[in-house]
């Protein structure tokens, strides 16, 4: 699909240039082989290996193209069937040699099949995948931000794509969304509208600030959320009044979403009563997951998403003497120490609870690549020589530098030596080292460093 990115005041001959079909095994199929179910574009002809005027398809700059399809936007070039085992299509899109100032955006939709992400085996286990079906939604909710569809997407409430559009409008801090989402909160009937609505509302209340380089990041990142810097803006005042308003409605489950959603979001509404004051009223449609069965699972951890394991873990307690034993039997002790003055291969955690969140040491451990620890990035020297050292560099002096590898034998070596020297992107710590565990197990391995606090 091409869409004007502009409202269409330019000769906006958008072109898909060597559209192109990847096999699983990697066969090359070219689109423009294939015929298309339906095609149409805003102006002129759709046509293959010719621009929308029936010249032959050349790049905006004169370049020959060898093959692709020149159409004029907005246009929808629809495909019914595509060749079995397809797993990638790679095009690059632009304007033709007609096309002065036009201004255009490419969008590839696939009916969920295609869009599916990492097909290929990671050895960090399955939570190491994104969530595939959440990536279609995703660029689709994107989108809609890009566009403005603030108007579409309130009309769509109460409809049935309305958990899209709200999540669109999210993300969305202006006056359309703003009023229309007031609107509906306040005309809404039942209860469960009204809560999505006062959801979607309460992370409007606030914008991120500008950026504006007077800050600088910490060595933790800041999870919190929504916003770094929740800041205030034009619709700020008129959300809050709005909240407040449907608050005073006395709708008790309404009432819990407002109050909690509102505190942890750090965007305190004046005259709302603390989220603890207020009764918890269970919402009706939370996914339930009977976790009480599967928390004892053995390899539980390996076969969960990444994200669904830590969620799991704000339920699972875990017990930390157990996690203790744990840390030991699944080889943690082999790189990590508990008690200052051994010496180090790994980060100590003795104090790992005062740095770290149950959520980010449960998270560096499912994912060590995902976040590296200052000072433990994995360097790589060679030496003039040819030697190659990989492991951390634990001094560096004018005349020395030293270089500790896994297993703790640190070398040392000349500065003068040093032929090369890199900061690989992978972290010294294996994955994978808890997929064998269980919720229940993983939990008390949690929670056991969550207690090592100085
Ligand atoms: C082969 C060595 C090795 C083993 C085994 C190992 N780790 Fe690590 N671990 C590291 C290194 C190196 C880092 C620092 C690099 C990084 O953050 O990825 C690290 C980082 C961490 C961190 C983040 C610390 C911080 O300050 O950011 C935690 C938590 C952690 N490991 C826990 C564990 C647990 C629990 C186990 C056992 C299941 C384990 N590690 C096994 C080497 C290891």
Redesign the pocket.
């Known amino acids: 699909m091409i869409g004007q990115a502009d409202r269409g005041n330019g000769e906006d001959h958008g072109s898909w240039f060597e559209p192109t079909l990847i096999t699983r095994s990697g066969k090359k199929i070219k689109l423009t082989d294939i015929k298309w179910k339906k095609a149409k574009g805003g102006w002129g002809k759709t046509l293959v290996n010719k621009d929308c005027t029936g010249k032959p398809l050349a790049r905006h700059d004169g370049t020959a193209v060898p093959f692709g399809i020149g159409t004029h936007a907005p246009s929808t070039i629809q495909f019914n069937r595509l060749p079995k085992d397809v797993v990638r299509f790679q095009a690059y899109g632009g304007l033709s040699a007609g096309g002065r100032n036009g201004s255009v955006e490419f969008y590839v939709n696939s009916n969920g099949q295609g869009a599916k992400a990492g097909t290929a085996k990671i050895p960090e286990g399955p939570h190491a995948t994104p969530n595939a079906p959440i990536i279609l939604p995703h660029v689709a909710v994107k989108s809609l931000v890009a566009l403005d569809a603030a108007a579409e997407c309130v009309k769509a409430i109460g409809g049935a794509n309305e958990q899209g559009a709200l999540w669109a409008l999210r993300h969305m801090h202006n006056d359309t969304a703003v009023d229309g989402l007031i609107a509906k909160l306040s005309s809404a009937i039942d209860s469960e509208t009204r809560q999505r609505l006062a959801l979607t509302l309460v992370r409007l209340i606030h914008h991120e600030k500008p950026y504006d380089g007077s800050t600088w990041w910490g060595t933790r990142p800041d999870t919190r959320g929504p916003y770094y810097y929740p800041t205030p803006w034009a619709g700020t005042d008129k959300i809050k009044a709005a909240l407040l308003a449907a608050f005073k409605s006395g709708d008790p489950a309404l009432q819990y979403v407002i109050a909690t959603l509102s505190e942890k979001d750090r965007a305190p509404i004046q005259g709302l009563p603390k989220a603890t004051a207020v009764a918890a009223a269970p919402t009706a449609n939370e996914p339930t997951v009977d976790l009480e069965k599967i928390k004892n699972q053995k390899g539980q951890v390996g076969k969960m998403g990444v994200e669904d394991v830590i969620l799991a873990l704000g339920k699972v307690q875990g017990d930390p003497a157990r996690g203790m034993a ?2 030991t039997r ?7 120490t508990l008690r200052e003055g051994e010496p180090l ?5 003795g104090q ?1 609870g005062s ?2 969140k149950r959520d ?2 449960a998270m ?2 499912l994912k ?2 995902a ?4 000072g ?3 360097v790589q020297i060679q030496t003039k020589k040819g030697q190659v050292f990989v492991g ?1 560099v634990s001094k560096r002096l004018s005349d020395l530098v030293e270089i500790r590898d ?1 297993s703790g034998r640190i070398t040392a070596l000349k500065p003068a030596d040093i032929a090369s020297e890199k900061i690989l992107d992978i ?4 994955a994978g ?2 997929n064998g565990l269980s919720l229940e197990e993983f939990a008390s ?2 929670s056991f ?1 969550e207690r090592q606090k100085k």
């Open positions: 744990l840390f699944q080889g943690c002790v082999a790189c990590h291969k790994g980060p100590f955690m790992i740095i770290m980010q040491i560096s451990i060590p690549t976040v590296i620890s200052q433990f990035k994995t951390f896994i972290s010294m710590m294996p080292l808890v391995l949690v460093l």
